[in-house]
């Protein structure tokens, strides 16, 4: 069974960082798409970022140059590191994962991972 488990959530005032975690346990496969979305109270998740098996990675226009993922393939982990936060940042933030070696155009949107984690709280106060 597959479970991801993400870490690193907390409140900071604008400007600030925080650091994301998504441990994946459970998950055989070496190759896989990664990705972090974000789901703010009274609207619909967001993708934030995508990283594939190869490294290549894609972000939203809303987190570029603030944004950065990564992945450590022996430690099953994919990291969000946030820099220079923004209130509209807010946001539930959770990690997904899906088979597939590499993260095609089509995995911008929730629907296209199978399998995601509980999410954790970030709060960015101006």
């Known amino acids: 069974q597959v479970q991801l488990v993400e870490s690193g959530g907390g409140s900071v005032q604008a400007g600030g960082s925080l650091r994301l975690s998504c441990v994946v346990f459970g998950y055989t496969r070496r190759s896989y798409c990664m990705g972090w979305f974000r789901q703010a109270p009274g609207k619909e998740r967001e993708g934030v970022a995508t990283?594939?098996?190869?490294?290549?990675?894609k972000y939203a226009d809303s987190v570029k140059g603030r944004f950065t993922i990564s992945r450590d393939n022996t430690a099953r982990t994919v990291y969000l590191q946030m820099n220079n936060l923004k209130p509209e940042d807010t946001a539930i933030y959770y990690c997904?994962?899906?088979?597939?070696?590499?993260?095609?155009?089509?995995?911008?949107?929730?629907?296209?991972?199978?399998?995601w984690g509980q999410g954790t709280q970030v709060t960015v106060s101006s």
């Open positions: 997904a994962a899906d088979p597939e070696r590499y993260c095609s155009d089509a995995y911008s949107v929730a629907g296209a991972f199978g399998f």
């Open positions: 990283i594939g098996s190869d490294g290549r990675t």
